[in-house]
């Protein structure tokens, strides 16, 4: 099974620009990073195909986000621009054996977990 490992959580402040990154073990057919704020379920955010670099949003980051890989070095990032208070939330990158994976069920593989917190 493939191994995740996030990083680049943190405080920022409405506005700002932060980049996350996830090093897997292996490749995947798709990647994808989820969120989880206080008191609400895990929820898709962004994915891209590991073969070809497709990516897909979620509608509220579309535009915001973009989410990018690195073969070479089998790392993911989601870059988050003009970020909002209701960004705030621990974002999880997801591996799947699953073409345009955006369920959580269809991903086999999770990392621990960073912290993104957007206040002033």
């Known amino acids: 099974q493939v191994q995740l490992v996030e990083s680049g959580g943190g405080l920022v402040q409405p506005g700002e620009t932060l980049r996350l990154s996830c090093v897997a073990s292996?490749?995947?057919?798709?990647m994808g990073w989820f969120r989880q704020a206080p008191g609400k379920e895990r929820e898709f955010v962004a994915g891209?195909?590991?073969?070809?670099?497709?990516?897909y949003y979620e509608s509220r980051v579309r535009g915001r986000f973009t989410i990018s890989r690195d073969i070479a070095k089998n790392t993911m990032h989601l870059q988050m621009k003009s970020l909002k208070p209701e960004d705030t939330a621990v974002y999880y990158c997801?591996?799947?054996?699953?073409?345009?994976?955006?369920?959580?069920?269809?991903?086999?593989?999770w990392g621990q977990g960073t912290q993104v917190t957007v206040s002033s």
């Open positions: 997801a591996a799947s054996r699953s073409p345009v994976a955006t369920r959580e069920i269809e991903f086999e593989a």
């Open positions: 292996g490749p995947s057919v798709a």
């Open positions: 891209i195909m590991w073969i070809g670099g497709s990516e």
